[in-house]
């Protein structure tokens, strides 16, 4: 069996706004995450570990930020098509994982909607979706609340 893993890291800053949309999930906030696309941090940072583990680039290759196309863009738009790119390079998506760095919103509370929210995007069961937070402690710029990083992780596999 032929296993490919790939990481994925993204970073999006806040600006004025009431709500943010993190893995598909609208979560209010007295900011919103600033972008070309709808800046859902984390979804950009699990798109680019399947992308990744394919060596297929990343989602500024596939979706440049020069193109009016994607502006205000579903995220989803994104995962959907790094999805299929591994299903037609012959691979299953074993799983995923999401961890976001930020001190607020608080991400407990909408973790498992946005578990649902993306087994749903990429037609997997949830289980095989993971979604967590943690705080930087208040130091760095996720600390001071200037915005939202997120780190993800992708293992494919190919029968
Ligand atoms: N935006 C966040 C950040 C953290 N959490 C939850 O709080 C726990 C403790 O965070 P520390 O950074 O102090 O370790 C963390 O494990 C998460 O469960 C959160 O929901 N949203
Ligand atoms: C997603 C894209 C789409 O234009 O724009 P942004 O929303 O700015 O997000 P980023 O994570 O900077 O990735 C680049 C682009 O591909």
Redesign the pocket.
């Known amino acids: 069996m032929k296993v490919r893993l790939g990481n994925g890291y993204d970073v999006h800053k806040f600006g004025p706004g009431d709500h943010v949309v993190l893995c598909g999930v609208k979560v209010p906030h007295d900011q919103t995450l600033m972008g070309h696309s709808d800046a859902d941090v984390g979804m950009h940072a699990i798109t680019d570990a399947i992308y990744g583990a394919l060596a297929a680039g990343d989602i500024g290759r596939h979706f440049p930020p020069s193109d009016p196309q994607w502006k205000g863009a579903a995220s989803e738009i994104f995962l959907k098509h790094a999805v299929q790119l591994a299903r037609d390079a012959g691979f299953v998506i074993s799983n995923v994982d999401c961890t976001?760095?930020?001190?607020?919103?608080?991400?407990?509370?909408h973790?498992d909607a946005m578990r649902a929210t993306l087994a749903d995007i990429m037609d997997l069961p949830i289980e095989d979706i993971s979604v967590?937070?943690?705080?930087?402690?208040k130091l760095g710029f996720t600390g001071r609340g200037e915005g939202i990083a997120a780190i993800a992780t992708a293992a494919l596999v190919a029968p």
Do not use: L, R
């Open positions: 976001m760095v930020c001190e607020f919103p608080k991400i407990g509370p973790a967590k937070a943690t705080t930087s402690e």
